[in-house]
């Protein structure tokens, strides 16, 4: 029976894996032509929906095929395999020995540990295993797919797209008019309160300092955690989000072993801007799963 549990949640695992895998092209992609068009200062939906009404756009969907980012070496299945390869090749590209980003590796057991877990969490709501079990467990883990895409924007460029948020705060919204039994049962209104409520302090501190205390980022997270998870559980995500993130800072001072972002950035001190939103998605999808709840009323 152990086995049987432990084979199990492996499959879980390499599924949501592949899946990862498939959601880091995506990720990557999104963030080159984000950047690249400086889609931060323009109409970011405009935009988007200009791409997707284009040919090019979805044939490069369709015919695209894995390579290297440096020297532009098409990949073989064997250098596609998810987790495998990266370890295989020791993190490197095979043509030009050239490292490969370790995000590549860390995003693909993120989306597998996350997968398995929200597979697991529906499991636990529902009765019965049919339809509505399926589509719920592929609903969530496409919301926690998108809050992964945030988590991998902020932490590269300090940035959330509303391009991204939108559809977070529709698919949170979503879950509850559907009824979904893995997400917190509680009124529409009351998410939509609970969002306001989460999102408007961060959004007040990061209008008063004027950026320095917190980003506008912040806030939109803060504004899809609300939705999802209702006023009590959304508001224990926030503070254990503070709690991830102190742990981490304290650990990157210590190790000096933050990612700088620029050659001006020559150690990790206590005033190293260090982006919040990734610590946000962790202590949702922690809340989500566990239902772990500081302020119980």
């Not at 590209?93 to 597979?119: A, H, K, W």
């Not at 990061?206 to 806030?219: Q, R």
């Not at 801007?273 to 946000?280: E, H, L, S, V």
Request: hydrophobic content about 55%; some cysteine; overall charge neutral.
């Amino acid at each position: 029976m152990i086995i049987l549990t432990v084979c199990y949640l492996i499959a879980l695992f390499m599924l949501g894996a592949i899946l990862g895998s498939f959601l880091n092209v995506v990720a990557v992609d999104f963030m080159n032509v984000y950047m690249t068009h400086g889609l931060e200062k323009k109409s970011e939906v405009k935009f988007i929906w200009q791409k997707l009404l284009s040919k090019d756009f979805w044939k490069h969907i369709f015919t695209h095929r894995s390579s290297c980012t440096t020297c532009k070496t098409t990949l073989t299945p064997k250098e596609l395999v998810p987790l495998l390869s990266y370890l295989w090749q020791r993190g490197a590209c095979r043509n030009c020995d050239v490292s490969l980003s370790p995000q590549y590796l860390y995003v693909e057991v993120l989306s597998g540990v996350i997968f398995m877990t929200v597979f697991l969490k529906v499991f636990s709501a529902h009765a019965v295993l049919g339809g509505a079990f399926v589509g719920e467990v592929f609903y969530m883990f496409l919301f926690f797919a998108l809050a992964l895409i945030l988590f991998l924007f902020d932490y590269e460029h300090m940035i959330v797209p509303n391009i991204v948020v939108y559809p977070l705060v529709l698919l949170a919204v979503g879950s509850h008019m559907f009824g979904f039994r893995s997400v917190p049962q509680i009124e529409l209104l009351e998410a939509l309160v609970a969002a306001v409520v989460l999102a408007l302090p961060l959004f007040l501190l990061w209008a008063l300092s004027k950026g320095t205390w917190m980003g506008m980022a912040d806030s939109k997270i803060a504004l899809v955690m609300g939705a999802l998870l209702g006023l009590s559980l959304g508001l224990s995500a926030w503070v254990i989000s503070f709690w991830i993130g102190a742990i981490i800072a304290v650990i990157l001072v210590g190790t000096d072993s933050y990612v700088r972002r620029s050659d001006d950035d020559k150690e990790v001190t206590m005033k190293t801007a260090i982006p919040f939103g990734p610590f946000m998605v962790l202590a949702m999808w922690f809340v989500y799963i566990s239902g772990y709840n500081v302020f119980p009323f």
